[in-house]
């Protein structure tokens, strides 16, 4: 199980600190040898940038991540979820998850949600793999988390069903 914990936060977060995010520039940025940056960045432009250093520049105050209204993307995953049947996901973005778990380290008011997020989805691919294991099933609306979940999961009850000849 360690291990499965240590693929759930690796994987998923590099995924993530490796995508790109909209940045609004909030102070100077002095020129710095990484790409976008021997220039420097001035107050009010916007441009994409690297997570990892979009996160950096937000919490050195230089700058604002304007992709990540995670409250209300929240609102609406948790209202599809909650509309889709028992055996239906609604898609997600990959990192939706990650993103939102990473920003909740941070404080804020989303935890209650996500908890139901996570619970109806993991119900939801729990109930998914046991169905079709061995199979890839609905993967393309998951997130990197839950495919791992989904994985793990077909593949213990695809090792059980064999046990049990069925």
């Known amino acids: 199980m360690d291990r499965i914990a240590r ?11 490796l995508s790109t995010v909209k940045v609004e520039i909030k102070g100077d940025v002095p ?15 916007v441009v994409d940038l690297p997570f990892w250093l979009a996160e950096i520049l937000r919490d050195e105050g230089f700058a604002e991540l304007r992709d990540l209204d995670l409250s209300t993307e929240l609102f609406k995953a ?16 990959p990192l939706f998850l990650t993103r939102l778990r ?14 139901d997020l996570v619970t109806i989805r993991a119900g939801k691919v729990t109930r998914l793999a046991g169905l079709m294991p061995g199979s890839e099933g609905p993967k393309e609306k998951m997130g990197l988390e ?20 069925v």
């Open 146 to 165: 839950e495919r791992m979940l989904f994985s793990f999961i077909s593949e213990a009850v695809g090792r059980w069903k064999e046990v049990m000849r």
């Open 102 to 115: 990473r920003e909740l380290k941070r404080g804020g008011p989303l935890a209650v949600r996500y908890k």
């Open 31 to 45: 020129p710095v040898s990484l790409p976008n940056l021997e220039k420097g960045l001035k107050e009010g432009s």
């Open 78 to 93: 948790l209202s599809r979820e909650r509309l889709q049947g028992e055996f239906q996901l609604s898609t997600l973005d």
């Open 7 to 17: 693929l759930w936060d690796g994987v998923p977060t590099l995924g993530l600190m």
